[in-house]
């Protein structure tokens, strides 16, 4: 069954910076929509960043993150990204990355962000 996996996570400091990927054997990420998302503690699960499909697609981020994260795919590697920057502790949370709409089979196991000083 098709997964993706997401790498890149880590403890960092507040304004610090942070890059995750997001890849797949299969075709998940050049036949689709994809997105980032993630869960803080105690909250739920949000999604923070999408781009359409072509390697230039438009691009879309929750308030919260806007002007901080950018969202990246090269379909060629079968990779998403998303470059956060400016971090702050409220961006602490476990990340993945899916399908937009999100396909339940496909959650991986996430990558955990932490901002701290």
């Known amino acids: 069954q098709a997964q993706l996996v997401e790498s890149g996570g880590g403890l960092v400091q507040p304004g610090g910076s942070l890059r995750l990927s997001c890849t797949t054997s299969?075709?998940?990420?050049?036949?689709?929509?994809m997105g980032w998302f993630r869960r803080a503690p105690g909250k739920s699960r949000e999604l923070v960043a999408a781009?359409?499909?072509?390697?230039?697609?438009?691009?879309s981020y929750a308030d919260s993150v806007k002007g901080r994260f950018t969202i990246s795919r090269d379909n060629a590697k079968n990779t998403v990204s998303l470059q956060m920057n400016s971090l702050r502790p409220e961006d602490t949370a476990i990340y993945y990355c899916?399908?937009?709409?999100?396909?339940?089979?496909?959650w991986g196991q996430g990558t955990q962000v932490t901002v701290s000083s």
């Open positions: 899916n399908t937009v709409p999100f396909h339940e089979d496909y």
């Open positions: 781009i359409a499909m072509p390697s230039w697609g438009t691009t």
């Open positions: 299969g075709s998940i990420i050049r036949d689709n929509a």
